[in-house]
């Protein structure tokens, strides 16, 4: 098998803390044939990676994971084959909502008594669009919150219990719609992929179909979020509306302790089926 990790968080994500050199490195002393850094609506790693992969003799498939908004809650949208020199307007108007939210979380939080300043949510995230993590992590850190703390995966844990639908810190949609995002990635000439399907709340069979009609070309199927069951589920809707079904580790670093750098993979022959839906396009 020809190892692939299509999900990877490196430095120059608001979250993640690994140099892609680094991560390049790793990824072809374990073997993995080709990899995907899809940093946080950042591609700030871009080109310099590509100049890595070229000398490491492994292959780089340029990408993103954009945040955008579906039905009132936060989605990822993974953009590969995105060519980096011309993502800045995409990826612009994106970190602006980024942006808006922020604030709007630090102000329910606020009203909940956790006080946490805009300036160290950003100072945490490198002065990047930080992501709802970030905050979490800042909190329980802050406030000593001894019952995520004792958990696996405690900023996981504070994001479901603040930050989704109907949670105390729950903001209403200001994102930029899954489907004007779909729609921009395309005009873009690059391959548009539903991160994670099956986390926070599992996307039903409806809505794949739904973004398969916008223009959806796959769909991460094995991730490190995903049961046993889900990946039969989404592995089956992939099959059933002729998706692509992708693959990635979601790593970030320590952050994320429990996901390892490329412990979720597959095969070269999900990069060569994006690479014919890129050439359709």
């Known amino acids: 098998m020809k190892k692939v990790d299509l999900h990877i968080h490196s430095c120059f994500s608001s979250d993640g803390e690994v140099d892609p050199d680094e991560i390049v490195n790793t990824l072809k002393y374990k073997g993995f044939y080709a990899l995907s850094i899809t940093d946080h609506d950042s591609m700030e ?58 604030r709007k979380r630090l102000e329910k939080l606020s009203a909940l008594g956790m006080e946490i300043s805009f300036d160290e949510v950003m100072a945490k995230s490198h002065g990047r ?15 000593s919150l001894k019952k995520y703390l004792r958990e696996k995966d405690p900023v996981r844990s504070f994001y479901y219990d603040y930050f989704l639908p109907g949670k105390p810190a729950f903001v209403e949609r200001v994102y930029i719609p899954i489907k004007e995002a779909i729609s921009m990635v395309l005009e873009l000439k690059a391959v548009p992929v539903l991160a994670h399907p099956g986390a926070y709340i599992p996307f039903t069979e409806e809505e794949i179909e739904d973004l398969k009609e916008s223009g959806l070309i796959g769909i991460e199927v094995r991730n490190s979020y995903h049961s046993k069951k889900q990946v039969d589920f989404y592995g089956e809707l992939a099959l059933k509306f002729s998706l692509v079904p992708t693959c990635g580790s979601d790593f970030h670093g320590r952050r994320k302790p429990h996901i390892a750098l490329g412990s979720v993979y597959c095969d070269y022959d999900i990069v060569e089926q994006l690479k014919r839906r890129r050439d359709g396009l």
């Open 45 to 102: 790693a871009y080109p310099s990676v590509l100049e890595s992969g070229n000398r490491e003799g492994i292959e780089i498939i340029e990408g993103v994971e954009l945040t955008t908004g579906y039905k009132g809650r936060e989605v990822h949208l993974l953009a590969y084959f995105l060519d980096h020199r011309k993502a800045g307007t995409l990826i612009e108007k994106i970190s602006a909502t980024r942006m808006e939210l922020t």
């Open 129 to 143: 669009p930080p992501t709802g993590p970030i905050i979490a992590e800042i909190a329980i850190n802050k406030y």
